[in-house]
């Protein structure tokens, strides 16, 4: 009976986060490279709300440590001004396949030590010369299992002509974000 009056009433269960779906990232990459010109710039980052105690700040160096062993990159750990933390990884522009196994990871192992609701986001960075700002951001909302880009303009502008023309340029490759209210703006983000 609950399903039935949640139905009625148009409300929906939370979509669960799919992580997998970042793999989606290295195809659509080309695609969009293809259509726009933009390229990897090999940063990647995965943004959350600290959480406090001591647990916490172990998996954060644990997560660190993961990445950096063997051929891994070393991880960056940034604050932002919104009180943010972002897991900073770089890689070469040619290893977005890499640099998402090594996101894939981060949000994995918070998420397997019940960290999950913190998570907000990861993004991919690009470059590309038709964009007056430079940069572009595939963003994964965490909580959406939803993809969207993010083109910053000086000026704490964004340009919604290219993150509306990549909308269609990706539609097919990933699952992108329907409401538009909730393309946040990743001010500061690293990359960008």
Known sequence: ???????????????????????????AAVTLQAATGFEPN?????????AEGGAFGTLERDVAELLATGEGPPVE?????????WLVVR???????????DLHAVNSSLEAAGFGPSLLCSLVTFTGATSPGGGLA???LYKRGTFYPF???????????LELQVRGVLAGELRIEADLGRWFPLWGAPGL
């Open 42 to 50: 090999g940063m990647g980052s995965v943004c959350f709300r600290p």
């Open 91 to 101: 890689r070469a522009p040619g290893a977005l396949g890499d640099l998402v196994t």
């Open 77 to 85: 750990k940034v604050g932002d001004s919104y009180g943010y933390t």
């Open 151 to 161: 083109a910053p303009l000086p000026g704490r502008r964004r340009d919604n002509p």
């Open 138 to 140: 595939l963003v994964y």
């Open 1 to 27: 009976m609950a399903r039935w009056w949640d139905a009625l009433l148009g409300r929906t269960d939370p979509v669960k986060p799919d992580l997998d779906a970042l793999f989606a990232l290295p195809s």
